[in-house]
């Protein structure tokens, strides 16, 4: 499975980007698919998920309410769109997947199988 993550870029606080994730490969929708982010000298950290049903989603808490994470399964494209931008959301955003990752372990980045290269989000205040 590859991933390839776009849509980054350089936004002011309160404005909105959407990135995307093209998947490529031995994709499937019942895959769980993520979004984590990483800022400079922190942890990688869990932004958005699908569950392995493809239907249900998870957000972090920092961006309830501000974030949405969609699929469009004909295109095996999923995407981030994020509103309300705030200076603390700047980090590089990556997606993932994986076919075999349990609920109660889709926070945790150590259990996401496959990752893409990774798009940069800066919001300036």
């Known amino acids: 499975v590859q991933l390839q993550a776009s849509g980054g870029g350089l936004v002011q606080a309160g404005g909105s980007l959407r990135l995307s994730c093209a998947a490529s490969?031995?994709?499937?929708?019942?895959?769980?698919l993520g979004w984590f982010r990483q800022a400079p000298g922190r942890e990688r950290e869990f932004v958005a998920a699908?569950?392995?049903?493809?239907?249900?989603?998870y957000y972090a808490d920092s961006v309830k309410g501000r974030f949405t994470i969609s699929r469009d399964n004909a295109k095996n494209t999923a995407y981030l769109q994020m509103t309300n931008l705030r200076p603390e959301d700047t980090a590089v955003y990556y997606c993932?997947?994986?076919?075999?990752?349990?609920?109660?372990?889709?926070?945790?980045?150590?259990?996401?199988?496959?990752w893409g290269q990774g798009t940069l989000v800066t919001v300036s205040s």
């Open positions: 993932a997947t994986s076919r075999s990752i349990i609920t109660s372990s889709l926070r945790d980045p150590r259990y996401w199988h496959y």
């Open positions: 490969g031995s994709t499937s929708t019942s895959n769980a």
């Open positions: 699908f569950g392995r049903t493809g239907s249900a989603t």
